[in-house]
């Protein structure tokens, strides 16, 4: 599969709605950075706020190949990725998106049940990165699962890229046994993603 139609490295620009601790801001950062280390221009920051476990938070990524001149937050996203399904309905999670954006949604639920869900006529894919996550880390941390269903769908940056950044960034803080499950973690969330034969 190729990447997606319609979907441009002009400049790319991704929206991450999570809940705190569910590891948005880390997931906005280190795709940015898998980016820069394929050559790419990239920025990856939080909405800043009050960032309490569990409240509503974001995460904005822009990956271009030219260099990057703005840095508000984004209000027209390439994709949108949602860590919790919780939040449609809580959150405005489809603002500002237009026919070209695709939704990615950590959930058990199939795609065409989560469209109906979000209200759009969008592409949509979804995964259940929880369950992946607690099987592989034993903590329901749904990030790195969804990293992978992101390199998939969109193909902008090669898996190898996120692996990594995660031997780079989860090294030198975790133990070697963490790391492999991550990397576990990244790989089957590429591997399990629903919806793409709708994409095809």
């Known amino acids: 599969m190729g990447r997606l139609r319609g979907l441009s490295m002009e400049r790319f620009e991704i929206v991450w709605h999570a809940r705190g601790g569910q590891g948005a801001k880390t997931a ?5 950075h898998a980016a820069l280390s394929e050559g790419k221009h990239a920025q990856g ?20 190949d030219k260099p990057i001149r703005v840095h508000s937050p984004i209000t027209e996203p390439d ?27 950590n959930t058990g639920d199939e795609p065409n049940r989560v469209r109906k869900r979000l209200g759009v006529e969008n592409r949509v894919f979804t995964l259940n990165a929880t369950s992946i996550s607690i099987e592989e880390l034993g903590r329901p ?17 090669p898996l190898d890229a ?13 133990s070697e046994k963490v790391v492999e499950g991550n990397i576990r973690a990244l790989k089957r969330g590429y591997e399990a993603v629903k919806g793409l034969e709708e994409a095809e």
Not at 28 to 32: F, I, K, L, R, T
Not at 45 to 64: D, H, Q
Not at 142 to 153: I, K, S
Not at 162 to 174: A, E, L, N, P
């Open 141 to 157: 941390i749904p990030n790195v699962p969804m990293m992978g269903a992101l390199a998939r769908v969109t193909k902008l940056l």
């Open 28 to 32: 906005s950062q280190m795709v940015a």
């Open 162 to 174: 996120f692996v990594r950044d995660i031997k780079h960034k989860f090294g030198k803080k975790f």
């Open 45 to 64: 920051f939080p909405e800043y706020g009050p960032e309490r476990m569990g409240a509503p938070t974001r995460g904005y990524t822009r990956i271009s």
């Open 79 to 105: 994709v949108v990725i949602v860590l919790d399904e919780t939040l449609i309905g809580a959150v405005p999670v489809t603002e500002g998106a237009t026919q070209r954006t695709v939704f990615l949604v």
